[in-house]
Each structure stands twice: as structure tokens, then as C-alpha cells.
């Protein structure tokens, strides 16, 4: 369902609806996806900083992307695993209203096996 006028602002719109062919492949809706997205761009602000530091301790570059094999792909990937694993939208990452527990379960109430790959789709939509 595309973002409509009477809910957001034309330039909304015209960002919501970038998400669409991704909201399609894991079944949410662009407004899901846009509000996913500022969410993990949200709590990913506020927690980078600790888990970057924390992942160098443990002798990791996190940017060091694809290196070895349990590193990540891209940047996206990595802020998916690090918001998304941690709950951490649902605590530091409140865009709007509500309630994101649709990230973590699909409509039929079973847990969503693919929520950080969906979030670094979301994630690589710029």
C-alpha cells in the first residue's frame, strides 16, 4: 500500500514509497519499512559509540567488512545485527507511535526468522 497524502507529506511519500519492492519481499508495507528504517537509524545513534568500542576490545574492526567470514557483508548488515538482535529499536528507536513488535513477529504470531536480513534491506534504502 503506497504512502498517501492525507498521512504524510509529499516528500514522505515520495521516501516511503522508495521501500516498496522491499516491504514486498518480506511481506510488511512500505510504511513498515520507512518506520523500521528511522528506527534503526534512530537507536543505531545512540548506541554506535558503546558498540563499536566494544567490538574493537574484543579485537574486531567491525568496518572491516567481509575479511573473514563471520565479519559482516556491509555496514547495513552490521547495524541490522546490532539494533535489531538487541531489541535496541524498541528501546532507543521510537520514530513514531508504534509499536514495532511486528519486526520480531509475523502476523500469524511466530517469530520472524529473517528480521536482521529484513533490516539491512530496509538499511541499505538510502
Known sequence: ????????SAYECKKINRYSAVAATYGITPVQ?????CAMRTAWETIAADWLEAAQYWGDDPYDFGERADQYID???????????????LTY???????????????NGTWRRDAIEMGAAVYRIR
Open 1 to 8: 500500500m503506497p504512502a498517501t497524502p492525507q498521512t504524510y
Open 75 to 89: 555496514e547495513a548488515a552490521m547495524i541490522a545485527e546490532a539494533t535489531l538482535d538487541s531489541h535496541a529499536i
Open 93 to 107: 528507536g521510537q520514530c513514531s507511535e508504534s509499536d514495532l513488535a511486528w519486526v520480531y513477529r509475523n502476523p
Open 33 to 37: 519499512a520507512y518506520e523500521l528504517s
